[in-house]
């Protein structure tokens, strides 16, 4: 079935940067593409950015161009968002997911707590 696990989560000040990685277990995702999305309370799930199989393309939301970045190693099976210049309104849980080419997000992470204070 295959899992993903993140990971990196955690206080941080208002400014500073964090990277989170997202491990797959079990299989490989080599040939997903792989997204990150956020849940801040009371919030709907936002979707941030997502990078295709080989790592070179990648989109991100309006809302975090410019201070994130999303990377992955096929080797490590691993995705990573690369947050800067974090803002209190960053706060959220941050979820990795995966999905075949041209289909849907069908795998999740449990997602990692990330609260910036002010």
């Known amino acids: 079935q295959g899992q993903l696990v993140e990971s990196g989560g955690g206080l941080v000040q208002a400014g500073g940067s964090l990277t989170l990685s997202c491990a797959a277990t079990?299989?490989?995702?080599?040939?997903?593409?792989m997204a990150w999305f956020r849940q801040a309370p009371g919030k709907d799930r936002e979707f941030l950015g997502g990078?295709?199989?080989?790592?070179?393309?990648?989109s991100y939301a309006t809302s975090v161009k410019g201070r994130v970045t999303i990377s992955r190693d096929n080797a490590k099976n691993t995705v990573y968002l690369q947050m800067n210049s974090l803002k209190p309104e960053d706060t959220a849980v941050y979820y990795c997911a995966a999905a075949p080419p041209n289909g849907k997000y069908d795998y999740w992470g449990q997602g990692t707590q990330v609260t910036v204070s002010s």
């Open positions: 990078i295709n199989w080989s790592g070179d393309r990648t």
């Open positions: 079990e299989r490989t995702f080599s040939n997903y593409i």
